[in-house]
């Protein structure tokens, strides 16, 4: 079975944080199409915040998750602020006090983050949000342990299709947010949410990948 | 883009610095550095009034805040809604034993913070109801009025919540007041310019040279149809007809109009509309009770103007009188 290692794996948060910070630009510029052009500007902040009080603590890939949430939800506003910030803080929790963390427990931390999402939005999937990425990247990881695939290629298959939920987006008309106001004119743009969730689970899921380990 | 600024993202710390050391007479600073509280709140007997929003709009949201109106704002990242605990911060400061009303705008995020915040109050014994603005025309159908964004109306519902509360009205009549108010009201956008994040650097959205976007929303939300710029009176003409269509008031009916500029319309253009929506609203048979011309509720640098007009009963011409003192003198 593989599995990694909760207490050694806080860094995955900080390159994250990199990745969102990197994309800054480019998050604002897709936002700006249909939204008001503050997305990447509003989680570079946030995710650089949690990054600079993450930089030299060294702590657990769920105290790192905790931090970063708990910042969203205290410091940035919006719609990201309140989405990822329960995101990450139930994340944490089903993370919190696992020395290793298996693929059972990984799906079982997706499940929770998206159960706190929905707990305050009223997005479905189909609506351009960063739900049409999410939901079809559990999906795929699921389906693919159900497959008895590895943790390991299932984290290859969650990627993927966290990227072709992305992508979906651009053909879907926005029905929630900012964005729903504009009915049709919304198509032929990526969703803003939809690409900063697939960087984040992209690094989540690259992160733990690298950290893997054969165990008994 | 040529601004006065110091640092991009800190443009609403920056803000909220000055504006508190020029009215440090109506407001003051509590622990959380995002939340203007009137001087003298919270007030023994009164209901405490809250709202909050993203910056950028100023005077709105923390111009209203002062005797009669606002208790408390929670103050956003420019065009972004306040976080949670800004909303929790600014309710809990309201709070005076009778409850907290929030008077705030339909929108995504500010519609979730709410919700976390009036969690969290809650299990502080403070009961929360609250108020959704809704009065942009343009943004839904009337079918799906709950779907609309709140603008400029949202201060006439300030105004009048703010001024029930200060009667020392239950908690439920200062809500129901409130939404009256706010169900009385509809407004409609008219955008020549787009308007800049200064963290950005550049406008999000477009309006071409020699047109005009009727039904634009406060942050650049596209509006209904671009055409061509027409003359004051042809547009003033839209505007009311737009607003009035989807009003259908019985002739006679009284109402208060506000025509506020987005930010970059000079104050002389205002009055060039007003001149026009006067004239049409009288031609409907209304009977304009009160009027407001002025940069009340902004979108940045935008070049443009709303009209916002309320049908008025007795209760609300009386509540609309009350005295306020805050910045901006409503």
């Not at chain 2, 987005?262 to 253009?269: D, K």
Request: hydrophobic share 45%.
């Amino acid at each position: 079975m593989q599995t990694f290692d909760n207490a050694a794996s806080g860094a995955i948060v900080l390159a994250m944080a990199e990745r969102i910070i990197e994309n800054r630009a480019y998050l604002s510029e897709i936002d700006g199409k249909i939204g008001d052009g503050d997305h990447g500007v509003n989680m570079a902040k946030g995710f650089g915040m949690a990054a600079d009080r993450l930089r030299d603590a060294n702590v657990s890939l769920a105290q790192s998750m905790d931090t970063l949430g708990t910042l969203l939800m205290s410091e940035i506003g919006g719609s990201m602020g309140p989405l990822y910030g329960v995101m990450f803080t139930e994340f944490a929790e089903v993370l919190e006090g696992a020395e290793t963390i298996d693929a059972a427990r990984y799906s079982k931390m997706l499940h929770a983050g998206l159960a706190g999402i929905q707990a305050i939005g009223s997005a479905k999937v189909g609506d351009k949000t960063l739900l049409d990425t999410l939901v079809p990247a559990i999906d795929a990881f699921d389906a693919a342990l159900a497959q008895g695939k590895s943790f390991s290629d299932a984290l290859g298959l969650l990627v993927a299709a966290a990227e072709a939920g992305r992508d979906s987006t651009i053909n879907l008309v926005a029905k929630i947010g900012r964005a729903s106001r504009l009915g049709d004119r919304s198509l032929g743009v990526l969703d803003a949410g939809a690409t900063s969730c697939a960087i984040i689970l992209k690094e989540l899921s690259v992160g733990a990948s690298g950290h893997l380990k054969a165990t008994g | 883009m040529q601004r006065f600024i110091n640092d991009p993202d800190l443009v609403v710390e920056d803000t909220v610095k000055g504006f508190v050391k020029a009215h440090a007479d109506i407001v003051r600073l509590g622990d959380n550095p995002r939340v203007i509280i009137a001087r003298d709140t919270p007030i023994a007997g009164k209901v405490g009034v809250v709202t909050g929003g993203g910056s950028g709009h100023e005077p709105a949201f923390i111009g209203y805040a002062g005797k009669n109106m606002l208790d408390a704002v929670a103050v956003g990242e420019l065009f972004s809604s306040p976080t949670a605990k800004s909303f929790y911060d600014a309710i809990k400061a309201s709070h005076a034993g009778k409850g907290v009303v929030v008077l705030y705008g339909n929108y995504a995020g500010d519609n979730m913070n709410v919700k976390m915040a009036t969690k969290l109050a809650a299990k502080d014994g403070i009961d929360v109801l609250t108020v959704v603005a809704n009065d942009d025309v343009c943004s839904a159908p009337p079918e799906e009025r709950e779907k609309r964004r709140g603008v400029a109306g949202e201060i006439f519902m300030w105004k009048v919540g703010g001024a029930k509360a200060a009667t020392g009205a239950s908690l439920e009549e200062v809500r129901a007041t409130a939404q009256k108010a706010i169900d009385n009201c509809r407004s409609i956008g008219v955008g020549l310019g787009p308007c800049t994040l200064p963290a950005v650097g550049h406008p999000n959205f477009q309006i071409e040279a020699g047109t005009m976007e009727v039904g634009i929303g406060h942050h650049g939300e596209p509006g209904v149809r671009v055409e061509p710029l027409k003359t004051a009176d042809a547009v003033a003409k839209d505007m009311v007809k737009i607003v009035l269509d989807d009003h259908n008031l019985p002739e006679g009916t009284e109402v208060a109009v506000l025509v506020s500029g987005l930010g970059a319309t000079p104050l002389n253009e205002l009055y060039i509309l007003h001149d026009t929506i006067e004239s049409e609203i009288a031609a409907r048979g209304l009977k304009i009770a009160k009027t407001w011309i002025g940069n009340y509720f902004t979108s940045l640098e935008m070049v443009g103007a709303t009209l916002t007009v309320m049908a008025l009963d007795d209760d609300l011409k009386t509540l609309l009188d009350v005295e306020t003192r805050c910045t901006m003198v409503l």
